[in-house]
């Protein structure tokens, strides 16, 4: 294959809908968890670097198990050499 599957659309819809689904369980974690900011186990700058390339890898994974495969055109398979001399034999 040698492009990667990817409707545009479908993938900004999905990442705005994985983006709100992210801030909401940042916002449990925060809100029902202070004692882990307090205690100095808070969040790090690893983790909005690690959620932020997360997000967008988990989007893609969405994205494809949504898209309709009618909208991806297929590879014209490749007919192998020993097909061919049957062929003309």
């Known amino acids: 294959m040698s492009k990667l599957p990817f409707i545009p659309k479908l993938f900004f819809k999905t990442l705005v809908i994985v983006v709100v689904l992210v801030i909401l369980a ?16 808070g969040m790090t700058p690893a983790d909005y670097g690690g959620t932020t390339i997360s997000t967008i890898l988990f989007t893609y994974l969405v994205h494809l198990w949504l898209m309709p495969m009618d909208d991806y055109p297929e590879e014209p398979e490749e007919e192998s050499a020993g097909s061919e001399e049957k062929q003309e034999g």
């Open 26 to 41: 940042w916002w449990v974690a925060l809100h029902f968890f202070p004692e882990h900011v307090n205690e100095g186990k």
